[in-house]
């Protein structure tokens, strides 16, 4: 694997390989690279936990991160994306891990770019580095991925996270279905009551309303979003008995779900967060151990 840049240019054996490994390191095994390699982590978004979560992982397998900061690069003053990192290649590193608001952003990156990219969020498109570490929650709970009905909440068609999950959970086998307001449903088909879907759902899987994402605003008050979308305690009681909840995060508590309910017995949403750092060394190292 030179690249991490979607879930869809991923084979099975490939997630599985890196869900093995995030699963051994979290177990304590040792890295398995021959050298330190030179890493920086180009956000041109806001984020907390993928930045920092990349950082903790790249140091975990003895990376050394070298620090860019994208709002006091010169990126500010017009350079291309090819050209900032062209520019890194040379002062020597080895990979870059990047999150920006263009979908996509990387085709510019495939021709006459010789460090490894890691696609840390594409605007609405990719999210892969999350959802392996979604795929990676998903196993340590059932085991596999055959046969589970997996529900994606909320705004589905600006979130990567859906459609990066979408992928990889169908093809290992999951049923995916997706839950919102028609408006939001994209290029899914997709059920709008809690009804049809709640009650035989192995995974609820809530996303956040991306307000940065919508060009008009087809944003529903927090409240009525709440009372049609949102998971309440009325509906986790009716939820299978080992049903888990997720969330990629940040969540907004009491829009998506009810602030009580964050931390609540079957929730992994902070426990998504712990696997992700495991997750990512997994996918550092694996696309690090194809270098010399
Ligand atoms: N889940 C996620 O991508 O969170 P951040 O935006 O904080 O990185």
Redesign the pocket.
Known sequence: MKNLLSMEHLSNEEILHILDRARDFENGGKPQLSRSYNIANLFF???????T?FEMAERRVGCTVIPFDASFSSAVKGETMYDTVKTLEMIGMDAVVI?AKEDEYYNELLEGINVAVIN??DGAGQ?PS?SLLDLYTIQKEFGTFEGLNVTIVGDVSHSR?AKSNATALTRLGANVRFLCPKEWAGEFEAFHSWDEVLEDSDVVMLLRIQHERHSVSKSFSKESYHEQYGLTVERENRMKPDAIIMH???VNRDVEITDELVECERSRIFEQVRNGVFARMAIVETILKERP
Not at 45 to 51: G, L, M
């Open positions: 978004e806001p984020s907390t936990r993928t930045k979560s999150r840390a969020g999210h999350q996270v990629p995060a940040p």
